[in-house]
């Protein structure tokens, strides 16, 4: 049972433009979202998390998006650049129970030149 | 910012044999640690809950005497893969919160890969 989907396991865009990520969950009671970035062999690295309370959570390039009624969520970077190909993770946690992560599959962003 | 080492970044061995992990928080004390395990194309998946002073909380699905955790210190947690098998061939990341409570920030370690033969 996948509660958080990530339904594209690659996406390719132009340097330049936006690139989308989305993410799907099933459990209702989550209610903090975080993305991640990997590199190939290295840990992920936090990028941006929204709360529930939030629809929207901006910070320089990445801008995340939720829609709870629909329990999506995206991942908007503007401009692309060629450092941002790697793979990127949905995650979702129910604060204040514990601190389990729960991450989506991934999906793996490419950045044309 | 906070930093997670993890040590071996790799490691080869025969089938049979024991391998142990460990996970650093160089700045920072973690009584929580997590560890995670990533097989190709797939997502990270929780395999515990490493609990300084306490026993650690295994998920679902996992072998407790199989992926010893210790978590022996604030800042040291480590996994023992017990008579590994090739099929415990994977990428095994640790993590630890810098913060408190679910919604801080968490910070990765640069994974281990386990290659057994």
């Known amino acids: 049972d996948q509660q958080v989907k990530q339904n594209s396991p690659s996406l390719s865009v132009q340097e330049g433009r936006i690139s989308i990520l989305n993410c799907d969950y099933t459990?209702?009671?989550?209610?903090?979202f975080l993305w991640y970035k990997k590199y190939p062999a290295e840990g992920p690295t936090f990028l941006i998390s929204i709360s529930s309370i939030k629809d929207k959570n901006e910070d320089g390039r990445f801008t995340v998006f939720l829609n709870k009624s629909a329990k999506h969520l995206s991942l908007h970077i503007v401009p692309s650049q060629p450092g941002d190909s790697a793979v990127y993770f949905c995650a979702a946690s129910i604060m204040n129970r514990d601190d389990k992560i729960i991450f989506g599959k991934g999906t793996r962003l490419h950045i044309l030149p | 910012g906070a930093v997670v080492s993890q040590h071996p970044s790799w490691v080869i061995c025969k089938s049979g044999t024991s391998v142990k992990i460990e996970c650093r928080s160089l700045?920072?004390?973690?009584?929580?640690m997590f560890w995670y395990r990533q097989f190709p194309k797939q997502s990270l998946m929780l395999m515990a809950t490493s609990n300084e002073g306490s026993k650690a909380t295994y998920e679902q699905g996992v072998e407790k005497d199989k992926f010893l955790i210790n978590h022996a210190s604030l800042t040291l947690s480590t996994l023992t893969v017990t008579s590994a098998h090739p099929e415990d061939s994977s990428f095994y990341i640790c993590?630890?919160?810098?913060?408190?409570?679910?919604?801080?920030?968490?910070?990765f370690g640069e994974g281990s890969r386990l290659t057994v033969l």
């Open positions: 700045d920072f004390q973690a009584t929580t």
């Open positions: 459990n209702s009671m989550f209610d903090y």
């Open positions: 993590s630890a919160r810098g913060g408190r409570g679910p919604g801080g920030e968490l910070f």
